[in-house]
Nanobody
Framework: QVQLVESGGGLVQPGGSLRLSCGTS????????MGWYRQAPGKQRELVAI???????NYADSVKGRFTISRDNAQNTVFLQMNSLKPEDTAIYYC????????????WGQGTQVTVSS
């Protein structure tokens, strides 16, 4: 079992910045990948960013150039730095961990609310 805890969400004005953190109960080296997803009211959950076991990253087109996913191996923590925030970034952000233990299993955090508003 993998437990994930997100933090860092809150209220910010358009153009502002936030950094989300995802602490894991297991070493991130054991994961195939770590990622961030978000879901706004009335919309489907969407991929925001992924960092693979190799360290390679992928981003949704809507956040490229503004968001950066990174990891702190010693702290078993994944971050999402969000800059130049827009109202359309408002959503609940979820941390995802993909683990391989004979089969692929996805784990999810409880989510953290990000609200971008003036």
């Amino acid at each position: 079992q993998v437990q994930l805890v997100e933090s860092g969400g809150g209220l910010v004005q358009p153009g502002g910045s936030l950094r989300l953190s995802c602490g894991t109960s297991k070493s991130i080296f054991s994961m195939i990948s770590m990622g961030w997803y978000r879901q706004a009211p009335g919309k489907q959950r969407e991929l925001v960013a992924i960092i693979a076991h190799t360290g390679s990253t992928n981003y949704a087109d809507s956040v490229k150039g503004r968001f950066t996913i990174s990891r702190d191996n010693a702290q078993n923590t994944v971050f999402l730095q969000m800059n130049s925030l827009k109202p359309e970034d408002t959503a609940i952000y979820y941390c995802n961990a993909r683990q391989l233990l004979g089969y692929v299993r996805d784990y999810w955090g409880q989510g953290t609310q990000v609200t971008v508003s003036s």
